[in-house]
T-cell receptor, first 117, second 114 residues
């Protein structure tokens, strides 16, 4: 039961470097999400996807890009890392019953702890 | 827009004490409500949910009732254990919003001492 798998688990970057966080789910979920978790602020949605080949902005999208080329994968990219992007990043996925239907719970990965110096 | 407000933490209790974590929400539509729990070093796990007014979600001794009249979804447990020490998040998802996006509260850190 892999569920949602995030790679890597930890990473330290220097300001200006780029990197990609990978999220993979094996539950055939339509929806996938990227969040960041900062102390005292709960989780904030960065970007999300409602299906293969589609992405949309969340609450805090600036400085991040995403891609969903395959249904099971959702990639989060930082083109030029900044210290303000030091955070714990979580990926999640859920079933889709369509807009207007009862929303299904999201399943989360274990997170990627990213530090930018 | 939608928002969720949780009681401020951290909360420290002795084992077997009664727990209440308050959660209130504002939503433009008719949301589903969730409690998630995060144990140290792990991701969030769904604890319980409720999808319509007066529904009671329950799991592992925890309960929460969807109160539309007070826009609340307070989490309760009659007797906490050391193993319940974690961060608890209240969240909502508006069924009229595409992508089943969740809006989270700030989280409440619970520590249970033996």
């Amino acid at each position: 039961n892999a569920g949602v798998t995030q790679t890597p688990k930890f990473r330290v970057l220097k300001t200006g470097q780029s990197m990609t966080l990978l999220c993979a789910q094996d539950m055939n979920h339509e929806y996938m999400y990227w969040y960041r978790q900062d102390p005292g602020m709960g989780l904030r949605l960065i970007h999300y996807s409602v299906g293969e080949g589609t992405t949309a902005k969340g609450e805090v999208p600036d400085g991040y890009n995403v891609s969903r080329l395959k249904k099971q994968n959702f990639l989060l990219g930082l083109e030029s890392a900044a210290p303000s992007q030091t955070s714990v990043y979580f990926c999640a996925s859920s079933y889709s019953l369509g807009t207007g239907e009862i929303n299904q719970p999201q399943h989360f990965g274990d997170g990627t702890r990213l530090s930018i110096l | 827009g939608d928002s969720v407000t949780q009681m401020e933490g951290p909360v420290t209790l002795s084992e077997e004490a009664f727990l209440t974590i308050n959660c209130t929400y504002t939503a433009t539509g008719y949301p589903s409500l969730f409690w998630y729990v995060q144990y140290p070093g792990e991701g969030l796990q769904l604890l319980l949910k409720a999808t319509k007014a007066d529904d009671k979600g329950s799991n592992k001794g925890f309960e929460a009732t969807y109160r539309k009249e007070t826009t609340s979804f307070h989490l309760e447990k009659g007797s906490v254990q050391v193993s319940d020490s974690a961060v608890y998040f209240c969240a909502l998802s508006d069924r009229e919003t595409s992508g089943s996006r969740l809006t989270f509260g700030e989280g409440t850190q619970l520590t249970v001492n033996p």
